[in-house]
C-alpha cells in the first residue's frame, strides 16, 4: 500500500486518508522543473533503473534523517526546514553545479 493517494480532484490523502497539505510553492517548483526538463525521482530507484550515478543526483527534503541517509549515497542534498521555495530550488542548482565543477572529467 503506497503511503500516498492522488485523488481525481488533484489532492493528495496518505495512507489514512489524511488530507496532505503542499508546502505553499512547491506547484510552482514542479512547474519549473518540468519546464526545464529536470526529471524527478527516489534517489535509489534512479540510480537502479536509469544507471545515473547517486553524484549526478540532486535531493531536496525537510527530515535531516533522509538529508543524512542520502546524502551519505553521494548525492547532492539540500535541506528544505520550512518547505521547498524557488529560492531553495535555485540554491540547490548552484550547489549542484559548484559540486559537478569540482569532480574529475572522467566522473561527470
Do not use: W
Amino acid at each position: 500500500d503506497p503511503p500516498f493517494h492522488k485523488k481525481s480532484d488533484g489532492s493528495v490523502q496518505d495512507r489514512n486518508q489524511r488530507p496532505v497539505r503542499l508546502y505553499p510553492e512547491v506547484s510552482e517548483v514542479l512547474q519549473q522543473l518540468d519546464s526545464e526538463g529536470i526529471a524527478m525521482a527516489a534517489a535509489s530507484r534512479l540510480n537502479q533503473q536509469s544507471g545515473i550515478p547517486f553524484h549526478r543526483m540532486l535531493f531536496f527534503d525537510d527530515e535531516s534523517r533522509n538529508i543524512r541517509d542520502v546524502g551519505m549515497l553521494g548525492v547532492v542534498c539540500v535541506p528544505v526546514p520550512t518547505g521547498m521555495t524557488l529560492s531553495l530550488l535555485k540554491e540547490g542548482l548552484a550547489s549542484f553545479a559548484q559540486c559537478s565543477d569540482s569532480l574529475p572529467a572522467n566522473k561527470v
